[in-house]
């Protein structure tokens, strides 16, 4: 069952701030999914730091918002990305926070049959100057679904 921070009710002030950070970690991953979906990159890009850096299993690590928006761009020249996820549970450390998610990802080129993948990812947060929740590192292990599971 998806989880989050520590147990309530002990500190109010701390668990309304906690209820009020998981919320907005929350929000910015459906608004991630929605954005990805939609192929709006300047909002995907919105909701990360400016050293990002993802981690995929056979890759190189892609650093900085420069290099996601290369292939992201890149990407939605050939496919069309739709994604759905249960986020399993949320923590926080002050300004931190890490989440790890049960991801399905469908990604159809123009011209072809989908591919489905699925798996877990690990992300951590942090806030800016300004108080809001930014992707900064994330890991994700997704898998090309074998065509019998299809």
Known sequence: MPTTGATRGQHPERDHQMQKD???IRDLIDTWMHATSAGDLAQ????MAEDVVFLIPGQ???RGKDEFARGFRIALQHV???SRCEIQEIKFAGDWAYCWNHL???VTPLKGSPQRREGYTLSIFGKDSEGD???VRDANMLTLEPPACR
């Open 60 to 62: 190189p690590p892609m």
């Open 22 to 24: 998981e919320k907005e």
């Open 44 to 47: 995907v890009l919105s909701l």
């Open 80 to 82: 069309r990305i739709e």
């Open 104 to 106: 399905w990802v469908m």
């Open 133 to 135: 929740w930014l992707l």
